[in-house]
């Protein structure tokens, strides 16, 4: 079983992170892309993000007729702040996987800031990180202890960030290009990203 580990925010998840699931999961034959939405992501904890049981269920909604797409909640039942080294560590023991068996997708704007993240070297020890790199990405700005150590995909550049979606809905500016259809109803039905 090769499992690759997808997190973040996902608020809202969109068509740039289905389009590079996808490619990922095609590039390297994994058996599952996990979708892992955080509870409090560690460099959000001062921003509001939309409460953990929406982004759960827009996930779940936008990966329908994705068959190697899966949603884990570990991190939502943990709460507190997300740490993607503990969130490896409780995974392989649920999928009763390794590091040969374990892969960790990232961007490219993470890959920059990653040596800030909780345990690095041991995210490193524990998982095969896999980048797909958005456009401006500069591989000049990562150390390169850590470059030697990540892949890239050849994943398809999208230029789709959820802070463009949540103003496009604040502006009343359609997102029908940028998120499934399930997740713009979901957006609508919930009226989320309104200013209260």
């Known amino acids: 079983m090769n499992l690759c580990v997808f997190g973040g925010t996902f608020d809202p998840p969109h068509n740039g992170h289905l389009r590079i699931a996808d490619a990922v999961q095609k590039e390297f034959a994994f058996d ?3 979708f892992v939405p955080a509870f409090i992501p560690p460099h959000k904890t001062n921003q509001t993000c939309s409460a ?4 759960l269920a827009m996930l779940k909604l936008a990966i ?4 190697h797409f899966v949603v884990s909640d570990i991190e939502i039942k943990r709460q507190g702040v997300s740490f993607t080294v503990d969130t490896l560590r409780e995974i392989q023991a649920e999928w009763k996987i390794a590091k040969p068996e374990t892969f960790l997708l990232i961007g490219g704007d993470s890959l920059t800031e990653f040596h800030t993240w909780r345990e690095p070297e041991n995210i490193l020890s524990l998982a095969n990180v896999i980048v797909a790199c958005r456009p401006g990405f500069d591989a000049g700005s990562v150390a390169s202890e850590i470059l030697s150590h990540v892949q890239f995909a ?7 960030s959820s802070s463009e979606i949540r103003l496009c809905v604040r ?5 029908d290009e940028l998120v499934p259809p399930t997740v713009r109803e979901y957006i609508r039905e919930k009226n989320l990203y309104k200013i209260k």
């Open 32 to 34: 599952r892309i996990l």
């Open 52 to 55: 953990p049981e929406h982004r």
């Open 64 to 67: 329908a007729g994705y068959p």
């Open 154 to 160: 050849s994943t398809p550049l999208t230029d789709i």
């Open 171 to 175: 502006n009343g500016e359609p997102i």
